[in-house]
């Protein structure tokens, strides 16, 4: 190794680092598709979080550390009587977070991310090098900021914008493309980036770009690239039986197909924290394990917990 220049070694071990991710990505995708409704989850650990996390939105763990963005609401948003300027409530005020999150529950770094009214962080995703994280306004068909930040200093950097409101964002590292999910993930995107990193269809009008979402078992509020042109998202359904009855929330893992936008499986995750909300409500991260996949969940507000599940894919 004496022998390498410092450039080629840092180049040579985000090579390495991309070429794990990928792996392990395309791992965890071929063992979702072995899961069915009757797949049986074991709680592993309940690890307090042990700060306030607000209204966690986005998740992905980068060796023992945890990378949550959330949104902290100063003023909610109000809906207007009638809608004004295309808007059916105003921007409310807030200010978004990435948290860096040990293994115990300590925060080890945060970074704030927000411009003006958009402050509402959403999915995130982490392509060996980058995370990228979609921040919109608190309010569909709004507009969004796309960051990407370096997991080392935190730091985030502005790579485009969009008049969008966009939930959740992959990067399709084999096709050098981002695919971003709208508000209650309706609409799909895809952006291209040249070998630069620089998006050259930004300012496609958002009609042109966008696919209509075939799928409506859940709303997604994660989602991850796992190779080959797939995306792993997970959600929720919100079900009523009558109006004046309490929500009964189901949630749910989608892996979806890229090129088309079609759900390749899907499977229900019927499990629920002591207090009765879903697993899948707020941010959520799978990886392979030696029975089958390990998941962690972090679905509650303010004082979370991060839950962790063993299922076996068979």
């Known amino acids: 190794m004496r022998y390498l220049t410092p450039p080629i070694v840092v180049a040579l071990a985000v090579a390495i680092s991309t070429v794990v991710v990928a792996d392990d ?17 074991t709680r592993v650990a309940a690890v307090p979080i042990r700060f306030r996390t607000f209204h966690p939105q986005g998740m992905v ?14 003023v909610a948003t109000a809906r207007f009587p009638k809608p004004v300027n295309g808007y059916d409530r105003d921007a409310g005020a807030g200010l978004g977070h990435l948290f860096k999150i040990d293994q115990h529950g300590n925060l080890i770094a945060s970074a704030t991310l927000a411009d003006g009214d958009a402050y509402h962080p959403g999915g995130i995703d982490y392509d060996g090098r980058h995370i990228w994280v979609p921040v919109s306004e608190y309010r569909p068909d709004s507009r969004s900021v796309i960051y990407k930040v370096d997991p080392e200093t935190m730091k985030p950097v502005e790579v485009f914008r969009f008049p969008d409101s966009i939930g959740a964002i992959v990067h399709n590292t084999d096709d050098r493309t981002l695919h971003g999910v709208s508000w209650g993930s309706r609409r799909f995107y895809r952006w291209t980036m040249d070998a630069d990193g620089r998006v050259t269809n930004a300012n496609t009008p ?35 039986q009558m109006a004046s009855r309490p929500a009964f929330r189901l949630g749910g893992l989608d892996l979806v197909s ?29 990886e392979p394990s030696g ?24």
């Open 61 to 74: 763990k980068i060796g023992g550390a945890f990378f949550v963005s959330s949104v902290e609401v100063r």
């Open 25 to 41: 990505r395309s791992t965890v995708a071929e063992r979702v598709r072995l899961l069915s409704r009757t797949s049986a989850w």
């Open 206 to 240: 958002p009609a042109v770009l966008q696919t209509l979402n075939p799928s409506h078992y859940v709303d997604y509020q994660d989602c991850k690239y796992v190779g080959s042109r797939r995306m792993l998202c997970t959600g929720l359904a919100e079900l009523r």
């Open 291 to 314: 029975a089958g996949l390990r998941a962690y969940f972090m679905p509650e507000d303010d004082q979370s917990t991060l839950y962790i599940y063993d299922v076996a894919a068979r």
């Open 258 to 286: 890229l090129e088309d936008g079609r759900p390749l499986h899907q499977i229900p995750v019927p499990l629920w924290t002591p207090n009765g909300t879903d697993m899948t409500h707020n941010p959520a991260w799978l």
